[in-house]
């Protein structure tokens, strides 16, 4: 049997449990795993500027591609700490991270000794498990089980924590016979499905909600057949937007109180059942329930048993993982069109399309300084199809979704649940390390931006580059609409003369310096009719430095992005006029009727 140090055995295992990249920040009582990590080899390892900035930038990776496991690596006391925004980020949303600390010797874990924390009571709430490593013979089994955990069932997050003798200590593992564990998820049965499609077919005016799961089952191609062989209008969630493309005939547009479509709303209230998928009825999407639920049947299929009546009790629940239950729903369907029994579902789908080419936000506005619907329209003009969008939170992420059109699975990635400031940047880098070859996107607003604008110098120095978005309106944007129903704008406003940039105005931090001095590009544009020419600059700049390139646009100090008021998706307040002819809206999926 070979012998080799617990660390080495750990990294061994990584690379067979497919792990070709990590995102870390060395430290004292993490340095063995370090050093195994060098001897090994396999694995490449961006160095982070802040390890809660590595926490996202596995989470982004692992969201990039189907089987991608992100792995994120810190020393001992507030490494950890640092660590448990990504966790709660990777949870929230069911992604697989794992995040691997140091830890002060067994021998003086609990006697106050430097940066010894208990971090693994800290994150269990955050994780589907978090251990201390106390004997190390018990390292390989316990890496093993973390990967089982956070592939099987609903994905998500495990923090494992390693003394820092536990890892020097030489044990027997022979990683030649290494084997990772079955991954288990549950399926549901013919039957199960036979009666869900049943209700379906009894239904007038169905729906299908189709959630994040969806993706991360990698069941979209199966979500797009069985939408066209019953016909069945599809509503994309935030986190399942991508699922089927933006303009398939049958994409009914996103429900819900802010990130939602005036056509999608209004569709979702003239239904009479929903099927989801892979969803979790999150409340942005869902408003009030007694809005949401009234007058429809719901069936809901979810991997996770207990997610089943979490929000509301469906009429029928489901736990099956996505794919499993598409393929049953696809086969089903299948069955019951060669034998007629597929109610013709033209005249339901067509008004759904009737609503979307009718019920339209405008974008097209020339104002200076400029509204930010205008930055989402030159968005859509400049990046096709192939481009992946990452976002977080804000007025910036609302209004994109609102705005913004998305082809494929996995081409808009957005913390849904946690929705961290700062998460963008990070992200966004993950993003790109893990498809190098993609356009990627990052959107964000200024307060966003300037959370954990360090990680920028991430991209200068491992040349992962990609084209930012900034909306600027030197405001906390979303805070201040919010405060609105207290009659307040207190303690939201970024402004002041910046004394090294005067031209800025009250814009306040100069971004362009800023970036630049972190070793990228940037551009800076106050009027609309530039917002072209700087997104084409800004792709170019990235190909010929391979650096993140940042396109910061000026804003109108205040807009008000549409969304609901009232927690009604029955009543979203529209802030600003609406597309009345064509021009006003050049990019809508649907060409507008007036």
């Known amino acids: 049997m070979a012998r080799m140090t617990a660390a080495r055995a750990a990294v061994e295992i990584l690379r067979r449990e497919g792990v070709t990249a990590a995102f870390g920040v060395p430290g004292a009582a993490i340095n063995p795993f370090y050093a195994a990590l060098k001897a090994s080899g396999g694995i490449t390892h961006t160095l982070a500027r802040h390890v809660e900035g590595a926490s996202h930038m596995a989470e982004g990776y692992t969201r990039t591609r189907p089987g991608n496991i992100g792995v994120c690596i810190g020393t001992s006391g507030p490494a950890g700490t640092d660590m448990i925004t990504g966790l709660y980020s990777a949870i929230g949303d069911s992604i697989p991270i794992l995040c691997i600390t140091g830890q002060a010797p067994t021998a003086v874990i609990h006697k106050e000794d430097f940066q010894a924390v208990d971090i693994a009571s800290i994150a269990r709430p955050v994780t589907k498990m978090a251990v201390t490593v106390l004997e190390a013979a018990q390292v390989p089994g316990v890496f093993q089980k973390a990967f089982h955990l956070m592939r099987s069932g609903r994905p998500g997050p495990v923090l494992i924590d390693l003394p820092v003798d536990v890892q020097q ?78 303009d398939h005939e049958l994409n009914a547009g996103m429900v819900g109180l802010q990130t939602s479509h005036r056509y999608g709303n209004a569709t979702f209230l003239e239904s009479d059942f929903v099927l989801g998928i892979g969803n979790r009825w999150a409340n942005r999407h869902t408003g009030r329930l007694d809005v949401y639920t009234a007058g429809r049947t719901f069936v809901h299929v979810d991997v996770e048993p207990t997610q089943i009546g979490r929000i509301f009790a469906p009429d029928y629940g489901i736990a099956s993982d996505a794919a499993a239950a598409l393929e049953l729903f696809v086969e089903a369907a299948r069955e019951a069109q060669r034998a007629g029994r597929l109610p013709d579902r033209s005249e339901w789908s067509a008004t759904a399309q009737e609503r979307r080419a009718t019920l339209q936000r405008r974008t097209h506005f020339d104002d200076v300084p400029i509204k930010p619907q205008r930055v989402y329209e030159e968005m859509n003009k400049a990046f096709g199809p192939e481009t992946r969008y990452v976002s977080t939170i804000g007025l910036s992420q609302i209004a994109g979704a609102q705005m913004l059109h998305v082809y494929r699975p996995r081409h808009w990635i957005n913390c849904g649940q946690a929705g961290p400031l700062g998460w963008t940047i990070p992200a966004a880098l993950g993003v790109a390390t893990a498809d190098p070859d993609a356009q990627v996107v990052a959107l964000s607003g200024d307060y966003d931006f300037q959370f954990m604008i360090e990680e920028l110098a991430v991209g200068a120095q491992h040349r992962i580059p990609y084209v930012h978005v900034l909306v600027n309106n030197s405001y906390l944007g979303l805070i201040r609409q919010a405060q609105r129903a207290f009659d307040i704008d207190f303690q939201v406003k970024l402004e002041f ?20 001095g972190l070793g990228c590009k940037a551009i800076r544009v106050t009027d609309p009719a530039d917002l072209g020419a700087a997104f084409e600059q800004a792709k170019k700049l990235a190909a010929e430095f391979r650096v993140p390139v940042v396109v910061e646009a000026i804003l109108e100090r205040v807009t008000n992005i549409a969304m609901s008021t009232t927690n009604d998706i029955g009543n979203v307040v529209e802030f600003e006029e609406l597309a009345t002819e064509p021009s006003h809206a050049p990019t809508s999926i649907r060409p507008l009727k007036a």
């Open 169 to 246: 200590t030489e044990i027997e593992f022979d990683p030649d016979t290494y084997e990772p564990l079955p991954v288990y998820k549950p399926a549901a049965t013919r039957a199960q499905i036979d009666k869900a499609l049943a209700m379906l077919n009894a239904a007038e005016r169905p729906l299908i909600v189709a959630g994040g799961g969806v993706v991360t089952a990698d069941a979209c191609d199966l979500l797009v057949q069985f939408a066209e062989l019953t016909g069945v209008p599809v509503v994309p969630t935030l986190m399942g937007w991508g699922a089927l493309p933006d």
């Open 497 to 516: 003369e910046n004394i090294n940039s005067p031209e800025l105005g009250v814009y306040g931090v100069d971004h362009v310096k800023v970036a630049e």
